[in-house]
Protein backbone atom coordinates (compact mmCIF):
# COMPACT_ATOMS: atom_id res chain seq x y z
CA UNK A 1 0.00 0.00 0.00
CA UNK A 2 2.91 2.23 -0.32
CA UNK A 3 2.68 5.13 2.08
CA UNK A 4 -0.33 3.39 3.72
CA UNK A 5 0.61 1.72 6.85
CA UNK A 6 0.49 -1.96 6.41
CA UNK A 7 -1.61 -4.71 7.78
CA UNK A 8 -5.09 -2.97 7.70
CA UNK A 9 -7.52 -4.83 4.99
CA UNK A 10 -9.62 -3.43 2.37
CA UNK A 11 -12.75 -3.09 4.60
CA UNK A 12 -10.62 -1.07 7.10
CA UNK A 13 -9.66 1.67 4.54
CA UNK A 14 -13.72 1.84 3.60
CA UNK A 15 -14.34 2.60 6.88
CA UNK A 16 -11.74 5.57 6.82
CA UNK A 17 -12.80 6.58 3.04
CA UNK A 18 -16.79 6.64 4.54
CA UNK A 19 -15.35 8.52 7.37
CA UNK A 20 -13.48 11.07 5.42
CA UNK A 21 -16.32 11.72 3.02
CA UNK A 22 -19.01 12.57 5.86
CA UNK A 23 -16.36 15.20 7.48
CA UNK A 24 -15.51 16.27 4.09
CA UNK A 25 -19.06 17.40 3.36
CA UNK A 26 -19.72 18.95 7.09
CA UNK A 27 -16.48 21.10 6.30
CA UNK A 28 -17.81 22.14 3.00
CA UNK A 29 -20.52 23.63 4.31
CA UNK A 30 -19.43 24.79 7.91
CA UNK A 31 -17.56 28.33 6.42
CA UNK A 32 -19.97 29.57 4.70
CA UNK A 33 -22.95 28.48 6.86
CA UNK A 34 -22.35 31.99 8.86
CA UNK A 35 -22.27 34.22 6.17
CA UNK A 36 -25.40 32.16 4.87
CA UNK A 37 -27.45 32.85 7.61
CA UNK A 38 -26.70 36.78 8.18
CA UNK A 39 -26.64 37.68 4.87
CA UNK A 40 -28.61 35.22 2.77
CA UNK A 41 -31.07 34.56 5.48
CA UNK A 42 -30.75 38.21 7.13
CA UNK A 43 -30.21 36.75 10.41
CA UNK A 44 -28.68 38.45 13.30
CA UNK A 45 -25.42 38.03 14.59
CA UNK A 46 -27.14 36.48 17.49
CA UNK A 47 -28.96 34.20 15.35
CA UNK A 48 -25.39 33.01 14.05
CA UNK A 49 -24.16 32.15 17.09
CA UNK A 50 -27.57 29.94 17.84
CA UNK A 51 -27.37 28.25 14.40
CA UNK A 52 -23.31 27.42 15.26
CA UNK A 53 -24.33 26.22 18.84
CA UNK A 54 -26.99 24.38 18.62
CA UNK A 55 -24.82 21.54 16.92
CA UNK A 56 -22.89 21.30 20.20
CA UNK A 57 -26.00 20.56 22.48
CA UNK A 58 -27.25 18.47 19.63
CA UNK A 59 -24.14 16.09 19.35
CA UNK A 60 -23.01 15.97 23.32
CA UNK A 61 -26.82 14.81 23.68
CA UNK A 62 -26.66 12.49 20.78
CA UNK A 63 -23.46 10.72 21.78
CA UNK A 64 -25.28 9.55 24.85
CA UNK A 65 -27.89 8.04 22.13
CA UNK A 66 -25.47 7.07 19.57
CA UNK A 67 -23.59 4.51 22.11
CA UNK A 68 -26.39 2.39 22.69
CA UNK A 69 -27.65 2.05 19.06
CA UNK A 70 -24.54 1.15 18.22
CA UNK A 71 -23.97 -1.72 21.22
CA UNK A 72 -27.07 -2.88 20.77
CA UNK A 73 -28.36 -2.50 16.74
CA UNK A 74 -24.85 -2.71 15.56
CA UNK A 75 -21.56 -0.67 14.43
CA UNK A 76 -22.78 -0.56 10.88
CA UNK A 77 -26.24 1.09 11.93
CA UNK A 78 -25.13 3.44 13.88
CA UNK A 79 -22.47 4.91 11.34
CA UNK A 80 -25.34 4.04 8.51
CA UNK A 81 -27.52 6.39 10.48
CA UNK A 82 -24.56 8.98 10.60
CA UNK A 83 -24.28 9.78 6.95
CA UNK A 84 -28.02 9.19 6.41
CA UNK A 85 -28.72 12.21 8.85
CA UNK A 86 -25.43 14.04 7.43
CA UNK A 87 -27.22 13.73 3.72
CA UNK A 88 -30.51 14.59 5.11
CA UNK A 89 -28.98 18.01 6.62
CA UNK A 90 -27.64 18.89 3.80
CA UNK A 91 -30.78 18.37 1.80
CA UNK A 92 -32.52 20.78 4.61
CA UNK A 93 -29.88 23.61 3.87
CA UNK A 94 -31.07 23.30 0.46
CA UNK A 95 -35.05 23.68 1.07
CA UNK A 96 -36.66 27.51 1.65
CA UNK A 97 -37.20 27.39 5.35
CA UNK A 98 -34.89 30.41 6.80
CA UNK A 99 -33.40 30.30 9.90
CA UNK A 100 -35.62 27.84 10.96
CA UNK A 101 -35.00 25.33 8.24
CA UNK A 102 -30.78 26.13 9.39
CA UNK A 103 -31.55 25.23 12.82
CA UNK A 104 -32.99 21.78 11.96
CA UNK A 105 -30.40 21.25 9.17
CA UNK A 106 -27.76 21.66 12.29
CA UNK A 107 -29.43 19.52 14.40
CA UNK A 108 -29.60 16.64 11.81
CA UNK A 109 -25.78 17.52 11.85
CA UNK A 110 -25.19 17.45 15.52
CA UNK A 111 -27.16 13.68 15.55
CA UNK A 112 -25.05 12.88 12.06
CA UNK A 113 -21.80 13.25 13.21
CA UNK A 114 -22.22 11.83 16.97
CA UNK A 115 -23.56 8.68 15.32
CA UNK A 116 -20.83 8.39 12.37
CA UNK A 117 -18.13 9.07 14.55
CA UNK A 118 -19.10 6.65 16.98
CA UNK A 119 -19.82 3.73 14.69
CA UNK A 120 -16.60 4.53 12.92
CA UNK A 121 -14.77 3.87 15.78
CA UNK A 122 -16.34 0.90 17.75
CA UNK A 123 -16.42 -0.75 13.65
CA UNK A 124 -12.84 0.11 12.96
CA UNK A 125 -10.84 -1.00 16.29
CA UNK A 126 -12.95 -4.52 15.96
CA UNK A 127 -12.26 -4.74 13.07
CA UNK A 128 -8.32 -4.31 13.01
CA UNK A 129 -7.97 -5.59 16.50
CA UNK A 130 -7.40 -3.90 20.01
CA UNK A 131 -4.03 -4.78 19.83
CA UNK A 132 -3.83 -2.18 17.35
CA UNK A 133 -6.48 0.23 19.21
CA UNK A 134 -4.53 3.44 18.84
CA UNK A 135 -3.12 3.18 15.85
CA UNK A 136 -6.46 2.22 14.38
CA UNK A 137 -8.17 5.27 16.21
CA UNK A 138 -5.23 7.32 15.00
CA UNK A 139 -5.86 6.60 11.24
CA UNK A 140 -9.97 6.97 11.53
CA UNK A 141 -9.07 11.07 13.20
CA UNK A 142 -6.90 11.28 9.93
CA UNK A 143 -9.88 10.90 7.94
CA UNK A 144 -11.73 13.21 10.17
CA UNK A 145 -9.12 15.98 9.72
CA UNK A 146 -8.83 15.13 6.57
CA UNK A 147 -12.02 15.86 5.16
CA UNK A 148 -12.41 19.15 7.89
CA UNK A 149 -9.04 20.24 6.33
CA UNK A 150 -10.20 19.23 2.77
CA UNK A 151 -14.04 20.95 3.05
CA UNK A 152 -13.10 24.49 3.29
CA UNK A 153 -11.20 24.33 0.27
CA UNK A 154 -13.93 22.33 -1.76
CA UNK A 155 -16.72 24.94 -0.33
CA UNK A 156 -14.65 28.10 -1.38
CA UNK A 157 -14.11 26.31 -4.97
CA UNK A 158 -18.00 25.74 -5.23
CA UNK A 159 -18.39 29.30 -4.62
CA UNK A 160 -22.01 29.74 -3.47
CA UNK A 161 -23.68 28.04 -0.27
CA UNK A 162 -26.24 25.72 -2.15
CA UNK A 163 -23.60 24.16 -4.08
CA UNK A 164 -21.93 23.73 -0.60
CA UNK A 165 -24.61 21.76 1.28
CA UNK A 166 -25.15 19.81 -2.16
CA UNK A 167 -21.76 18.60 -1.60
CA UNK A 168 -22.62 17.53 1.68
CA UNK A 169 -25.49 15.62 0.42
CA UNK A 170 -23.58 13.94 -2.04
CA UNK A 171 -20.43 13.17 -0.14
CA UNK A 172 -22.47 11.65 2.94
CA UNK A 173 -24.60 9.47 0.02
CA UNK A 174 -21.12 8.10 -1.72
CA UNK A 175 -20.22 7.29 1.72
CA UNK A 176 -23.20 5.15 2.34
CA UNK A 177 -23.05 3.40 -0.49
CA UNK A 178 -19.11 2.63 -0.19
CA UNK A 179 -19.96 1.55 3.44
CA UNK A 180 -23.29 -0.49 2.71
CA UNK A 181 -20.57 -2.90 0.32
CA UNK A 182 -18.69 -3.36 4.27
CA UNK A 183 -19.29 -6.79 5.95
CA UNK A 184 -19.73 -6.70 9.57
CA UNK A 185 -18.42 -9.12 12.42
CA UNK A 186 -20.18 -7.51 15.42
CA UNK A 187 -23.35 -9.23 16.55
CA UNK A 188 -25.33 -7.38 19.40
CA UNK A 189 -26.13 -9.70 21.71
CA UNK A 190 -29.96 -9.98 22.24
CA UNK A 191 -30.20 -9.96 25.71
CA UNK A 192 -27.78 -7.35 25.83
CA UNK A 193 -29.62 -4.86 28.66
CA UNK A 194 -31.56 -2.03 27.28
CA UNK A 195 -30.20 0.74 29.62
CA UNK A 196 -26.74 -0.16 30.30
CA UNK A 197 -23.49 2.29 30.81
CA UNK A 198 -19.59 1.45 31.05
CA UNK A 199 -18.67 1.79 34.60
CA UNK A 200 -16.35 4.32 36.63
CA UNK A 201 -13.46 3.33 34.54
CA UNK A 202 -15.01 5.66 31.88
CA UNK A 203 -15.31 8.60 34.16
CA UNK A 204 -11.51 10.06 34.68
CA UNK A 205 -10.62 9.10 30.88
CA UNK A 206 -13.32 11.36 29.80
CA UNK A 207 -12.25 13.85 32.44
CA UNK A 208 -9.11 14.07 30.97
CA UNK A 209 -10.28 14.03 27.07
CA UNK A 210 -12.27 17.18 28.32
CA UNK A 211 -9.47 19.13 29.64
CA UNK A 212 -7.19 18.08 26.89
CA UNK A 213 -9.38 19.53 24.11
CA UNK A 214 -9.95 22.89 26.27
CA UNK A 215 -7.63 24.77 23.76
CA UNK A 216 -9.25 23.58 20.71
CA UNK A 217 -12.22 26.17 20.60
CA UNK A 218 -9.21 28.61 21.95
CA UNK A 219 -6.94 27.70 18.72
CA UNK A 220 -9.79 27.77 16.68
CA UNK A 221 -11.65 31.38 17.65
CA UNK A 222 -8.32 33.03 19.17
CA UNK A 223 -5.21 31.85 17.30
CA UNK A 224 -5.21 34.00 14.26
CA UNK A 225 -6.72 36.74 15.95
CA UNK A 226 -3.90 36.63 18.47
CA UNK A 227 -1.12 36.48 15.94
CA UNK A 228 -2.37 39.43 13.08
CA UNK A 229 0.31 41.03 14.02
CA UNK A 230 2.56 38.95 12.29
CA UNK A 231 0.31 38.74 9.12
CA UNK A 232 0.77 35.56 6.59
CA UNK A 233 2.34 33.86 9.98
CA UNK A 234 -1.31 33.75 11.29
CA UNK A 235 -2.68 31.70 9.15
CA UNK A 236 0.08 29.39 8.51
CA UNK A 237 0.13 28.65 12.52
CA UNK A 238 -2.69 27.57 12.04
CA UNK A 239 -2.42 25.61 8.69
CA UNK A 240 0.98 23.84 10.54
CA UNK A 241 -1.01 22.95 14.22
CA UNK A 242 -4.03 20.63 11.49
CA UNK A 243 -1.57 19.52 8.85
CA UNK A 244 0.57 17.88 11.98
CA UNK A 245 -2.29 16.21 13.79
CA UNK A 246 -2.84 14.90 10.40
CA UNK A 247 0.31 13.36 9.71
CA UNK A 248 0.95 12.44 13.29
CA UNK A 249 -2.16 10.78 13.76
CA UNK A 250 -1.67 8.72 10.65
CA UNK A 251 2.09 8.10 10.22
CA UNK A 252 2.57 7.80 14.58
CA UNK A 253 -0.70 7.19 15.85
CA UNK A 254 0.10 2.96 16.56
CA UNK A 255 2.79 4.40 19.21
CA UNK A 256 0.59 3.80 22.10
CA UNK A 257 -0.07 0.20 20.52
CA UNK A 258 4.03 -0.72 20.98
CA UNK A 259 4.60 1.47 24.37
CA UNK A 260 3.14 2.05 27.43
CA UNK A 261 0.58 4.40 26.47
CA UNK A 262 0.99 6.53 29.64
CA UNK A 263 4.30 7.83 28.02
CA UNK A 264 2.38 8.94 24.79
CA UNK A 265 -0.22 10.26 26.81
CA UNK A 266 2.52 12.73 28.81
CA UNK A 267 4.89 13.39 26.02
CA UNK A 268 1.91 14.50 23.98
CA UNK A 269 0.14 16.59 26.67
CA UNK A 270 3.95 17.96 27.52
CA UNK A 271 4.17 19.27 24.22
CA UNK A 272 0.65 21.04 23.76
CA UNK A 273 1.56 22.90 27.22
CA UNK A 274 4.87 23.71 25.39
CA UNK A 275 3.07 24.78 22.42
CA UNK A 276 0.64 26.87 24.24
CA UNK A 277 2.76 28.93 26.65
CA UNK A 278 4.79 29.93 23.63
CA UNK A 279 1.82 30.72 21.37
CA UNK A 280 0.64 32.86 24.37
CA UNK A 281 4.01 35.18 24.23
CA UNK A 282 4.47 34.87 20.54
CA UNK A 283 7.82 36.56 20.02
CA UNK A 284 7.60 36.36 16.32
CA UNK A 285 5.73 34.66 13.77
CA UNK A 286 8.15 32.34 13.17
CA UNK A 287 8.36 31.00 16.99
CA UNK A 288 4.17 31.31 16.63
CA UNK A 289 4.09 28.86 13.95
CA UNK A 290 6.67 26.45 15.23
CA UNK A 291 4.61 26.30 18.54
CA UNK A 292 1.79 25.72 16.86
CA UNK A 293 3.25 22.83 15.02
CA UNK A 294 4.31 21.72 18.19
CA UNK A 295 0.73 21.84 19.96
CA UNK A 296 -0.83 19.80 16.90
CA UNK A 297 1.86 17.44 17.32
CA UNK A 298 1.23 16.50 20.89
CA UNK A 299 -2.49 16.74 20.51
CA UNK A 300 -1.68 13.49 17.96
CA UNK A 301 -1.46 11.30 20.82
CA UNK A 302 -3.66 11.88 24.53
CA UNK A 303 -7.07 10.77 23.03
CA UNK A 304 -5.82 7.40 21.34
CA UNK A 305 -3.29 6.49 23.87
CA UNK A 306 -6.73 7.19 26.26
CA UNK A 307 -9.53 6.01 24.07
CA UNK A 308 -7.99 2.76 23.38
CA UNK A 309 -6.67 1.78 26.97
CA UNK A 310 -10.39 1.90 27.63
CA UNK A 311 -11.71 0.05 24.85
CA UNK A 312 -9.24 -2.90 26.01
CA UNK A 313 -10.96 -2.73 29.15
CA UNK A 314 -14.23 -2.32 27.90
CA UNK A 315 -16.46 -5.80 26.98
CA UNK A 316 -17.38 -6.30 23.56
CA UNK A 317 -21.17 -5.38 24.00
CA UNK A 318 -20.21 -1.48 26.01
CA UNK A 319 -17.58 -0.53 23.48
CA UNK A 320 -19.79 1.96 21.29
CA UNK A 321 -21.48 3.52 25.04
CA UNK A 322 -17.88 3.62 26.29
CA UNK A 323 -16.72 5.91 22.96
CA UNK A 324 -19.87 7.86 22.89
CA UNK A 325 -19.22 8.67 27.02
CA UNK A 326 -15.80 9.76 26.06
CA UNK A 327 -16.77 12.01 23.13
CA UNK A 328 -19.86 13.27 25.52
CA UNK A 329 -16.77 14.64 27.86
CA UNK A 330 -15.38 16.17 24.60
CA UNK A 331 -18.61 18.14 23.56
CA UNK A 332 -19.29 19.23 27.06
CA UNK A 333 -15.98 20.33 27.78
CA UNK A 334 -15.48 22.09 24.38
CA UNK A 335 -19.08 24.09 24.97
CA UNK A 336 -17.73 25.28 28.25
CA UNK A 337 -14.55 26.44 27.58
CA UNK A 338 -15.88 28.29 24.37
CA UNK A 339 -17.74 30.40 26.42
CA UNK A 340 -15.15 30.67 29.27
CA UNK A 341 -12.67 31.79 26.65
CA UNK A 342 -14.65 34.69 25.12
CA UNK A 343 -14.82 35.64 28.61
CA UNK A 344 -11.23 35.99 29.26
CA UNK A 345 -10.43 37.29 26.10
CA UNK A 346 -12.69 40.25 26.35
CA UNK A 347 -11.54 40.76 30.15
CA UNK A 348 -7.19 39.56 29.92
CA UNK A 349 -6.54 39.43 26.51
CA UNK A 350 -5.46 36.68 23.90
CA UNK A 351 -2.90 35.48 25.73
CA UNK A 352 -4.58 34.99 28.69
CA UNK A 353 -6.79 32.10 26.49
CA UNK A 354 -3.88 30.52 25.57
CA UNK A 355 -2.72 30.37 29.27
CA UNK A 356 -6.11 29.01 30.73
CA UNK A 357 -5.92 26.19 27.83
CA UNK A 358 -2.21 25.72 29.25
CA UNK A 359 -3.34 25.27 32.77
CA UNK A 360 -6.46 22.79 31.39
CA UNK A 361 -3.68 20.72 30.49
CA UNK A 362 -2.07 20.29 33.77
CA UNK A 363 -5.88 19.50 35.06
CA UNK A 364 -5.38 16.54 32.79
CA UNK A 365 -2.24 15.47 33.67
CA UNK A 366 -3.51 14.53 37.55
CA UNK A 367 -6.82 13.02 35.85
CA UNK A 368 -4.33 10.28 33.65
CA UNK A 369 -2.89 9.86 37.17
CA UNK A 370 -6.58 7.47 37.45
CA UNK A 371 -6.33 6.17 33.79
CA UNK A 372 -2.94 4.41 34.05
CA UNK A 373 -1.81 3.59 37.26
CA UNK A 374 -5.57 3.27 39.41
CA UNK A 375 -4.97 0.87 42.15
CA UNK A 376 -5.07 -2.70 41.89
CA UNK A 377 -4.47 -2.76 38.18
CA UNK A 378 -1.95 -5.17 36.59
CA UNK A 379 1.25 -3.86 35.06
CA UNK A 380 0.78 -3.25 31.25
CA UNK A 381 2.07 -4.64 28.66
CA UNK A 382 1.52 -4.55 25.01
CA UNK A 383 -1.69 -5.96 23.72
CA UNK A 384 -0.86 -9.42 21.26
CA UNK A 385 -1.79 -10.00 18.25
CA UNK A 386 -4.24 -12.80 17.57
CA UNK A 387 -3.15 -15.59 15.16
CA UNK A 388 -5.80 -15.72 12.87
CA UNK A 389 -6.67 -12.13 12.48
CA UNK A 390 -7.92 -9.99 9.34
CA UNK A 391 -8.52 -6.62 8.82
CA UNK A 392 -10.31 -7.99 5.22
Not at 36 to 49: F, I, N, P
Not at 108 to 118: D, H, I, K, P, V
Not at 296 to 307: C, D, K, N
Amino acid sequence: MGLLPSGFGARFWCLVGATFLGFLGIGTVLPALGPHVRHDLGGSDQTVGLVIGIFSFVALGSRLFSGPLADRRGRKVCFLSGLGSCALAGGVYLLPLGVPGACLARIFQGFGEACLYTGAAAWAVELAGLHRGAQTLGLISSGIWGGISAGPLVGSWLGTFPRAAAMQVVAALIGFALLTRVKEEYRPSPDHPRRHWPGSHVIAPGIAIGFINVHYPVVAGFLILHLTRFGNAAPMAFSAYALLILASRFFLGGLPDRIHPAITFYGGIASMAVGLVVVASAPSGAVAVVAAATLGFGFSFPWSSVAADVLRRTPEQERGSAIGVLTAFYDLFVGISSLVAGTVAKHSGYPAVFLMAAGAIGAAAIAGRFIFWPAGQEAWTPPSEPQAESAD
